[in-house]
């Protein structure tokens, strides 16, 4: 069976079990809404039609979900006329789950609503569970997070590479590394133009995931390394 309704300024063409965006209805989820301006309804060929409505006709629906729709912009402009107008509006939606095409008068039953009811419950236990659960735990978890966030700290500071001993070069004479950028290599352990010169791709890549430099950039900065590692 199906039914035509509408609600909202618009019609729709429904069976049970449809899920549908309509127009905002008040409602939480898992209500029951009923929408009585029931156009038409029928099974297979047979299909009654109303004088604007069906007398006794009405269509039950689970809400599912409240949301929104994407932002529509109207914009408007007049020529010469230094006139300009842009309005956005963003339509309410409930999605709702059809449960019931009702005929002649009958009344919506509320295995719907019992089930929102079931869940709601369910989802009380777990919380209760779950507060129970945190009281339980022994305080030494707590005590310990502060220190594994200092160690997480710790290793996120730790330099990418070991500075190797002796005097640093000054990386600025690099094409493309200026004083900024030699620090920043320098805070990682890059001080030298033999070290630069000898990075391998593997080393390239780890620069490029955790500093501000790409692949290409390094790569070049490798090649000029070799030739004033030479001198």
Known sequence: MFAVIKTGGKQYRVAANDLLKIEKVEGQV????????????????????????????????????????RTVIAFKKRRRQNSRRKIGHRQLLTTVRIAEILLGGAKPSKKAAAKAEAKTEAKAEIAAKAEMKAEAAPKTEAEAAPKKEAKATETAAAPLFKAPKGEPDDLTVIKGIGPVAAGQLN???????????KLSDKDIAKIDEHMPFSADQITDWREQAKDLAKK
């Not at 029928?42 to 009654?48: A, D």
């Open 30 to 69: 898992g209500d029951i809404v009923e929408i009585g301006h029931v156009l038409a309804h029928g099974e297979g060929e047979n299909v009654t039609f109303g004088a604007p409505f069906v007398d006794g006709a009405l269509v039950t629906a689970e809400v599912v979900e409240q949301g929104k729709n």
């Open 187 to 197: 805070e990682q352990g890059i001080t030298t133009f033999a070290q630069i010169a």
